[in-house]
Nanobody
């Protein structure tokens, strides 16, 4: 299973960016998908996570307090893709952002977590 993240870059404070992450490989079912980040010199932390939902109901979401109201996580199950829309960016949002996916590869597989390589987001003041 491979996770390819994109969309990072340099943006001024108050600006917006949208990250995308596509999962590929041997995938029977994508369970939860999420975004984590690692600011310079700090540990990796959860940003947002979304579960699989159903055909009619979007997956439930959970956000770090620091991004609530500014970031929105969503997913397109048909495309095996998770997104992170980031608005009102602050310098403290500067970090390498990592995509994570809980993947089941067989009917009796409860899932295993995979990580993408990360994409750098830099917010200038």
């Amino acid at each position: 299973v491979q996770l390819q993240a994109s969309g990072g870059g340099l943006v001024q404070a108050g600006g917006s960016l949208k990250l995308s992450c596509v999962a590929s490989g041997s995938i029977l079912r994508l369970n939860s998908m999420g975004w984590y980040r690692q600011p310079p010199g700090k540990q990796r932390e959860l940003v947002a996570v979304i579960d699989s939902g159903t055909m009619l109901i979007s997956g439930s979401t959970n956000y770090a307090d620091s991004v609530k109201g500014r970031f929105t996580i969503s997913r397109d199950n048909a495309k095996n893709t998770v997104y992170l829309q980031m608005n009102s960016l602050k310098p403290e949002d500067t970090a390498v952002y990592y995509c994570n996916a809980d993947v089941s590869q067989s009917p009796y597989d409860y899932g295993k977590h995979y990580w993408g390589k990360g994409t750098l987001v830099t917010v200038s003041s």
